[in-house]
C-alpha cells in the first residue's frame, strides 16, 4: 500500500522557517520524481517544488531563494526546507510522486499525501 505521510507544518510568524517531511511507504522511492505543492483556500493547487532522481531542482518563482527541496534516498522521505516565510506562503502543503513529466503539472503525479498546513502571520 502506498502512502505518502507529510509532517512539520504549523503557525509561524513572518520572517520564520519550517522543515516540511514526506515519508514515503509501498513503492520504490528512488525511482519517482517528487514535489511539493500547495493549495491556499479559494485557489488552485500549485507547483511549490520538485526534485528528480539525479537530484535537479525547480521552483516556482515565487519561492526561489527561500525554499529548498531535498531528498534522503535511504530514508525514503522527502524535505522542503522554507525560510523568510511569508503571510501568502499560508496552505495547505502536500507531497507527491511522479514518474515523469513535467514537476509542475499536476496530473503527472500518481501518488499524493494527506497534506500539512502552513500558516504565517504578519
Known amino acids: 500500500q502506498v502512502q505518502l505521510v507529510e509532517s512539520g507544518g504549523g503557525s509561524v510568524q513572518a520572517g520564520g522557517s519550517l522543515r516540511l517531511s514526506c515519508a514515503a511507504s509501498?513503492?520504490?522511492?528512488?525511482?519517482?520524481?517528487m514535489g511539493w505543492f500547495r493549495q491556499a483556500p479559494g485557489k488552485e493547487l500549485e507547483g511549490v517544488a520538485g526534485i528528480d532522481s539525479d537530484g535537479s531542482t525547480s521552483y516556482v518563482d515565487s519561492v526561489k531563494g527561500r525554499f529548498t527541496i531535498s531528498q534522503d534516498n535511504a530514508k525514503n522521505t522527502l524535505y522542503l526546507q522554507m525560510n523568510s516565510l511569508k503571510p501568502e506562503d499560508t496552505a495547505m502543503y502536500s507531497c507527491?510522486?511522479?514518474?515523469?513529466?513535467?514537476?509542475?503539472?499536476?496530473?503527472?503525479?500518481?501518488?499524493w499525501g494527506q497534506g500539512t498546513q502552513v500558516t504565517v502571520s504578519s
Open positions: 507527491a510522486a511522479r514518474c515523469g513529466g513535467r514537476w509542475s503539472a499536476v496530473l503527472e503525479y500518481k501518488y
Open positions: 509501498g513503492y520504490m522511492y528512488s525511482t519517482y520524481y
